[in-house]
């Protein structure tokens, strides 16, 4: 039987990574992260999609996604699966690049590697991350994540451009600009000077969300910023253009699966 949902943050040693572990038969929805993820499955299973393709992750197999890549993720039978994940702001990655000579921005190449080196790895970088005692921990850190990431990321292949870049793009930033407000996909249009089914189109093809769907986003994404921040919740749920506090704790445990609160401990 399912055990439900269990997810817990547990503190790491540097403040621009996140330690997750997870147990749970929790169905995500099409959602984005700002950070860099890697993680491996325990037990159970997932199948995901995202715009690199559908994807099955089996015990033992090295999970990825990069920042704003949109996926979503659902267990494989009836039960829970479990996993751990490290969650990586991108200037970690940034200095990864550096100690590899890497001057092109880089990506995880794969959504998932089944590859027992860097299983290995990972539980150990794992450790270094959540290891708040040792007085090298940093260092050891450091090294083990340089260890784990080096035959895993690659330099990121450049998309084509597609013709509506700088009409969806106008959009994006109209959202962007202003959370608050809850746009009509006739004042979208506008925007993007097109007609609305055409403005739908496109800008799912362009972010892979829908207008509606990409504020959501953008709302989770800002009111995590401002959680780590140290924000009382009450005030992140208002900056974010939510209805109240309950009602950015149902959208964020509906979206990451755990709530606010437990996000920020």
Not at 147 to 158: D, F, N
Request: aromatic share 6%.
């Amino acid at each position: 039987m399912a055990r439900g949902q269990d997810f817990q943050s547990i503190p790491t040693v540097d403040h621009r990574l996140r330690a997750v572990t997870a147990s749970s038969s929790h169905v995500f929805p099409r959602h984005s992260h700002d950070e860099f993820g890697i993680g491996i499955m325990l037990c159970g299973g997932q199948i995901s999609a995202s715009g690199r393709g559908q994807v099955i992750s089996e015990p033992g197999d090295i999970m990825t996604v990069n920042p704003g890549e949109v996926h979503d993720g659902a267990p494989l039978g009836r039960g829970d699966r479990r996993w751990l994940m490290l969650y990586m702001e991108p200037e970690i990655i940034s200095s990864i690049q550096q100690g590899l000579d890497i001057a092109e921005q880089v990506e995880f190449e794969r959504p998932v590697f089944t590859n027992r080196p860097a299983a290995q790895q990972f539980y150990a970088t794992f450790q270094a991350a959540t290891d708040r005692v040792a007085p090298s921990s940093l260092l050891a850190l450091e090294e083990s994540m340089l260890h784990l990431l080096a035959p895993l990321i690659s330099v990121r292949v450049k998309q084509d451009t597609v013709k509506c870049d700088g009409a969806m793009a106008r959009v994006r930033q109209m959202i962007c600009d202003n959370l608050m407000h809850n746009p009509s996909l006739t004042e979208l249009a506008e925007v993007a000077n097109a007609s609305p089914f055409q403005t739908l189109r496109a800008f799912r093809a362009f972010t892979g969300l829908t207008p509606h769907a990409f504020i959501l986003q953008e709302r989770a994404n800002r009111a995590r910023r401002l959680i780590t921040s140290g924000e009382s919740l009450a005030d992140v749920a208002a900056a974010c253009g939510y209805a109240d506090q309950s009602h950015m704790t149902r959208e964020f445990k509906r979206r990451y699966g755990m709530t606010p609160a437990a996000f920020r401990a």
